[in-house]
């Protein structure tokens, strides 16, 4: 699971560099090459699998070593920024696809096009591969996806008598806005919680289902953003369950996932839509007897489809060893170590060979829920557009904040995200 992003200040990312620099990368007076590997893994078996891929390489290629080097979520981008512009890239960068552009932009990652042996390629979807490509060149190796799916207390829907959902027959739109209305009791319990402290990924992910594009592209190439019916699908169900069904609490709007979980197990809540990986945090501070289950997110005119931005692997453009570099990632990514790594981190692989391995169709935490899934994953829809960042920041966010409390009407969400997002993209695409 991704942490959310935050603008680190200079000197953290100055920290940063320092620590993963110290022993520096390169060739030793032996001849023997060294390579770094900054890692963002931070749950505590996704750090074990990382590490232990780690010496599993080491120890089978003695002529090029890989240095561990610990990075966060919180300041990776403010980091590589840093480290790019000082020189001092690691070899191998362990980052997420929406967070590529500007790198791949501004020519700080190598093209991996050929680098790459052709199992890893073909193993991996087109549609994966396209989070990771920009301007026509493979900039990264999408590896970990997660879907979006809702948690949901167990006991409280088999009570209700609602129908379960299932990937094969999930809820529509229309049809979970009724179900959330029916499990609420208006006097505290909602059927529910949208955590959407940070809106926009959740809003434009979810929105694909529904045909909800935003970001388009002109005969001339360039983007610019549209909001249709389609795009209003998911944004008006969740304003109508926090404001109009009083279906969905207000009061977690503000809040991170984890944030919504103690309510979740205290029966206040009866789902919470949040990513896959968030089945550990659940299977590990559930109360005891706490019975929950994970179903698939409502489906729209375009069936489950939504949109995801892969982990991924690049590599340094100014690595001297672009070829070393991507020889571990192919053993990193082979097909029992992405089933290691996805494990691990309670995500899905990319790769078609991992997602039949066994281990990830089990009843148990609702593995063949998540990897049913699968195929319906597709690039976030704006991972490519430059300006975005600045877009989902200044504007989005803060639209998308005030449409869901009720403070805007949808007209003027509209007006917000388009005319004054559309201003934002013009700048970068002069």
């Not at 990652?109 to 990771?132: E, F, V």
């Not at 434009?204 to 019916?229: C, M, P, T, V, Y």
């Amino acid at each position: 699971m991704r942490a959310p992003r935050r603008l680190a200040t200079v000197a953290a990312a100055l920290a940063l560099l320092l620590s993963g620099c110290a022993d520096g990368g390169g060739d030793d007076a032996d001849g023997r090459i060294t390579l770094r590997f900054q890692s963002l893994a931070w749950q505590k078996e996704s750090v074990e699998a990382n590490k232990e891929l780690v010496a599993e390489w080491n120890a089978r290629h003695p002529d090029v070593r890989v240095e561990y080097v610990q990075g966060s979520w919180t300041s990776i981008h403010d980091q590589l920024l840093t480290s790019f512009e000082g020189g001092e890239a690691p070899d191998v960068i362990h980052d997420a696809s929406d967070d590529l552009a500007d790198f791949a932009y501004g020519g700080y990652l190598a093209d991996l096009g050929r680098l790459l042996p052709k199992r890893l390629r073909d193993d991996i979807p087109r549609s994966a591969w396209d989070t990771a490509t920009f301007g026509g060149t493979v900039y990264g190796v999408p590896f970990l996806q997660e879907p979006r799916v809702l948690i949901a207390n167990a006991t409280w829907l088999k009570k209700s008598g609602v129908r379960i959902p299932t990937p094969d027959k999930p809820w529509s739109w229309p049809e979970f806005r009724s179900v959330t209305r029916q499990l609420s009791d208006g006097k505290g319990k909602y059927g529910v919680a949208w955590p959407l402290k940070e809106p926009v990924s959740a809003t434009l992910n979810l929105s694909l289902s529904a045909g909800g594009k935003l970001f388009h592209r002109r005969a001339d190439g360039k983007a610019e953003i549209r909001f249709d019916d389609a795009d209003a699908v998911v944004p008006r169900t969740v304003h109508d369950q926090v404001n109009v069904d009083r279906s969905a609490s207000g009061a977690t709007l503000g809040m991170g996932g984890s944030d919504t979980l103690p309510g979740f197990f205290g029966g206040k809540y009866a789902m919470v839509p949040l990513g896959f990986s968030y089945r550990q945090q659940v299977a590990q501070q559930a109360p005891e007897g706490f019975d929950w289950r994970v179903l698939p997110a409502p489906a729209g005119a375009d069936g489950l489809a939504q949109g995801v931005s892969p982990q991924t692997l690049s590599v340094a453009e100014d690595s001297p060893h672009k070829k070393e570099a991507a020889a571990f990632i192919d053993f990193f990514l082979r097909p029992a170590n992405m089933v290691r790594l996805a494990r691990g981190d309670w995500m899905l692989p990319t790769g078609r060979t991992a997602l039949k391995d066994p281990a990830l169709h089990t009843r148990k935490h609702d593995w063949a829920t998540g990897t049913a899934l699968a195929r319906h994953l597709r690039p976030a829809p704006a991972q490519a557009v430059r300006g975005y960042p600045e877009w989902s920041d200044k504007i989005a966010t803060p639209a998308l904040q005030e449409y869901y409390s009720g403070a805007i009407d949808l007209d003027e969400l509209r007006e917000r995200l388009v005319e004054d997002g559309n201003l934002v993209l013009k700048r970068y695409q002069r």
